[in-house]
């Protein structure tokens, strides 16, 4: 059973560039959610997709964003990058919102210069 | 506001030296308290769900316990291979999507 899938996972950018990072969750999960990782703040959450829709958003600004496909494939976009955007993004992925746990990917490690 | 505060930062033991982790949370209303474990590079590993007051799991050399305040992961004689940081998260019935995440435990076992 394959798990989650992010793509890419490595990424250098420079500032004030837009990026595009992809996941894929595991076959039948139909819930993806989006954390950012750093030293300095730990894991914090971005937003969860449920069928195409989001269903929360942390409190991150209006540059990060977000979507679900109908195969459940769901992508996050940083816009105008900043150099605190570095960070290591990390996908979630479950059957709904379940408290059995969620199955992260490796994650996008995104350095911006 | 949903809160998980862990300790200690790092934790060094040598090689079968049994301790434990703490996670303290403060949520409104608890669905479920999630233990992850994550090696560098790498994404977080689900461990354990916990979730009522006196529940306990465990999984080899490891042991969770929940009470209304906070959760222990008990460490039994660990082996080297156990080094990684212990993630713990809660989840809230008022916003179950959103899985708050505690800083870490980075756990270090010499041999």
């Known amino acids: 059973k394959a798990g989650v899938t992010q793509t890419p996972r490595y990424l250098i950018k420079t500032r004030g560039q837009q990026v595009t990072l992809s996941c894929s969750p595991i076959?039948?999960?139909?819930?993806v959610s989006w954390y950012q990782q750093t030293p300095g703040q730990g894991l914090q959450f971005l937003f969860e997709?449920?069928?195409?829709?989001?269903?929360n958003k942390g409190n991150f600004p209006g540059r990060f964003s977000g979507r679900q496909f109908s195969n459940s494939r769901s992508e996050m976009n940083v816009s105008t990058l900043e150099l605190g955007d570095s960070a290591l993004y990390l996908c979630?992925?479950?059957?709904?919102?379940?408290?059995?746990?969620?199955?992260f990917g490796s994650g996008t490690r995104l350095t911006v210069v | 506001e949903d809160q998980v505060t862990q300790s200690p930062e790092a934790l060094r033991l040598q090689e079968g030296e049994s301790s434990s982790l703490n996670c303290s949370y403060t949520v409104s209303g608890l669905r479920g308290l999630f233990w992850y474990r994550q090696d560098p590079g790498k994404g977080p590993e689900f461990l354990f769900t916990?979730?009522?007051a006196g529940e306990e799991k465990e999984k080899e050399r490891l042991k969770a316990t929940l009470t209304k305040k906070e959760s222990f992961l008990h460490i039994t004689a660990p082996k080297p291979e156990d080094s990684a940081t212990y993630l713990c998260?809660?989840?809230?019935?008022?916003?179950?999507?959103?899985?708050?995440f505690g800083s870490g435990t980075r756990l270090s076992i010499r041999p």
């Open positions: 076959s039948g999960h139909r819930s």
């Open positions: 979630a992925s479950s059957l709904a919102q379940q408290t059995s746990g969620y199955t």
């Open positions: 998260a809660v989840q809230a019935y008022s916003s179950a999507s959103k899985i708050i």
């Open positions: 916990l979730y009522s």
């Open positions: 997709y449920f069928s195409e829709t989001q269903r």
